[in-house]
């Protein structure tokens, strides 16, 4: 006990060793259990891995582009616009990134980490050409057969024989049908304007020359017959041009409600996809039938509008339109299925229970 009594007192005895003792036994139990400050533990960042992006070309297999440290988050609308800052003759929307040289096309919003890639990715590039907005190539499409046709019903000069030089029409279906027809394509314009949200934001240039050419060619053709003078009217005379606008102005309205609502299912400055269903307008309850019913709709206005005229231009325009439009719907189709698993399955592309 005097030993530790020292060692506790640095070597110098008390007058009263017992009690000093008592005290340095009782201290000592006491500092011990003192509770020690510990430091939080620094917490360890997880340590992000880049990815290696090879890009090459998808037709020669050269090298164009190699991309380092590339975030895993990032999307391939940004490994586009890295790709042109290398190669500013392609800009991001005539650029078509594949992970196979003939496969198709990623998303711009596809992720690099979701990718069936790994740390060295590699995509193939093919240049789509020269591109232009869909709103532009819509604006051309559709003014041309508007100015085209009143050309026509004006009978301006070099059309018709010089004795009909913008004298006008004894038939009143005429009058009737280039309203009907001018509605048609001045409804057109202002949807581009005012009510499409595209998904795609441009399309090759080449395509425009295509489409005008059907769209301008087959206004002309059909103007030219019925603007005529020898031009004679339907058959059935007025039943048949009544029941034919009522068929037209039915189908020109439900074609504009279902365009409002797809309109309606994507949120401005997005490429959302929905399943489309029936709203409160009448109109749209075709959904319950039908994919597209914004085609069903377009082809029976052609319908009215051939039964209304009379004129075998015409009938041919809405035959090859509705082969054309039967494609898009089927494409359309196979997409909702594809894509929605409890996609409404009593639905056709285009016609009900038959296409």
């Known amino acids: ?26 201290a000592a139990p006491m500092l011990a259990q003192a509770p020690v400050k510990r430091k939080p533990a620094k917490k360890t960042k997880k340590a992000v891995v880049f990815f290696e992006v090879e890009i090459l070309d998808a037709k020669t297999k050269d090298k164009l582009c190699f991309l380092d440290k590339v975030e895993p988050n990032a999307t391939i609308g940004e490994i586009k616009s890295m790709f042109h800052k290398s190669h500013p003759q392609w800009y991001p929307a005539r650029q078509s990134i594949r992970l196979d040289p003939k496969g198709k096309s990623l998303k711009d919003e596809d992720v690099l980490q979701n990718l069936p890639v790994g740390t060295t990715a590699t995509f193939y590039f093919r240049d789509l050409g020269a591109q232009i907005s869909w709103v532009t190539v819509f604006l051309t499409e559709y003014t041309g057969p508007l100015v085209i046709y009143l050309m026509f019903y004006f009978r301006v000069p070099f059309i018709y024989a010089p004795k009909y030089d913008f004298t006008t029409s004894k038939h009143w279906v005429v009058h009737l049908a280039c309203m009907c027809h001018s509605f048609h394509y001045i409804k057109r314009l202002l949807e581009t304007l005012f009510v499409h949200r595209f998904s795609h934001g441009t399309m ?42 009522i068929i037209f102005l039915f189908c020109q309205i439900g074609n504009f409600s ?34 597209c019913p914004n085609y069903t709709y377009e082809l029976g206005s052609w319908l009215g509008f051939t039964l209304m005229t009379q004129c075998l231009p015409v009938a041919f325009f809405t035959l090859v339109g509705f082969i054309q439009m039967t494609v898009w719907a089927k494409g359309k189709h196979r997409s909702y299925l594809k894509e929605f698993r409890d996609y409404p399955p009593l639905r056709s592309p285009i016609v009900p229970f038959i296409l």
């Open 258 to 291: 279902i365009h409002i609502a797809l309109r309606n299912l994507r949120p401005p400055g997005s490429k959302t996809r929905k399943i489309p269903y029936p709203t409160k307008n009448p109109f749209t309850w075709i959904f319950l039938l039908v994919s």
């Open 204 to 245: 090759p240039l080449r395509n425009i020359f295509k489409n005008c050419t059907y769209y301008w060619g087959f206004a002309a053709w059909m103007a030219y017959y019925i603007n005529h003078p020898l031009y004679t009217p339907p058959i059935y005379g007025e039943q048949q041009i009544r029941l034919a606008l």
């Open 1 to 26: 006990m005097d030993a530790l009594l020292l060692e506790a007192t640095g070597g110098k005895k008390t007058p009263n060793g017992a009690a000093a003792g008592a005290a340095a036994a009782v």
